[in-house]
């Protein structure tokens, strides 16, 4: 267990809904990372927040947004979904990030997302 | 941008075999993470690695890091069953983009045949 907890396990929806995906992360830590795996594309950095703010982005679509409150917890939020959005979608979490150093990345067990 | 690259993409072995995983970078980098996952699992950090040709070792596995910074490879002595998962490197980003981001190869999956 890795102390990071994300919410729901599992999700099903349609086409053209919106979901949120919860992460609350390890007691002390506090950037959280948001990725996205699905099975041809390995693990895709979507997002990182610091302390509250945006601290980088990666490769998040337009249709998707995310936020961390101030109690540390942060939530992605997917909208319009597509097909191809269906994914595994995993929160990592670490003390802290500088520019030249990383600290480990501890993930949760991830939100399985299936978009019908 | 800023890749990593992996291969192989797939191996498989007998139990008692050893395995090799390589990562390359199009560009230097600071330091290099190595993550297990699991079957149906999440990714787990297994080590980091900072200094220019640094080698670390955890039991059987050995890990290393180019004198260039910019490859490091993952071997596994004699295989076990419960070395199944895919083991992904990771790499901080440098430049534009990508910078502070961990870049993730793509990964090796691994399976061992008892």
């Known amino acids: 267990d890795s102390g990071v907890t994300q919410t729901p396990k599992h999700l099903i929806t349609a086409t053209g809904q919106r979901v949120t995906l919860r992460c609350s992360p390890r007691s002390g830590d506090l950037s959280v990372y948001w990725y996205q795996q699905s099975l041809d594309q390995g693990l895709q950095f979507l997002i990182q927040y610091y302390n509250g703010e945006e601290r980088a982005k990666g490769n998040i679509l337009e249709r998707f947004s995310a936020q961390q409150f101030p109690d540390l917890h942060s939530e992605l939020n997917l909208s319009s979904l597509e097909l191809g959005d269906s994914a595994l979608y995993f929160c990592?979490?670490?003390?802290?990030?500088?520019?030249?150093?990383?600290?480990?990345?501890?993930f949760g067990p991830g939100t399985r997302l299936t978009v019908l | 941008g800023q890749q990593v690259m992996q291969i192989p993409q797939y191996q498989h072995v007998q139990e008692g075999e050893d395995f090799t995983t390589y990562c390359n970078s199009s560009?230097?980098?600071?330091?290099i993470q190595w993550y297990k996952q699991r079957p149906g699992g999440h990714p787990v950090f297994l080590i980091q690695?900072?200094?220019?040709?640094e080698v670390k070792k955890q039991k059987r596995l050995t890990f290393q890091f180019g004198e260039a910074k910019k490859n490091s490879s993952l071997h596994i002595t004699a295989t076990q069953t419960t070395d199944v998962g895919t083991y992904f490197c990771?790499?901080?980003?440098?430049?534009?983009?990508?910078?502070?981001?961990?870049?993730f190869g793509k990964g090796t999956k691994l399976s061992v045949k008892p």
């Open positions: 560009t230097t980098l600071s330091n």
């Open positions: 990771a790499g901080l980003g440098g430049t534009g983009g990508s910078q502070g981001n961990l870049i």
């Open positions: 990592a979490s670490s003390v802290v990030a500088s520019g030249s150093y990383t600290d480990t990345q501890y």
């Open positions: 690695l900072v200094k220019s040709g």
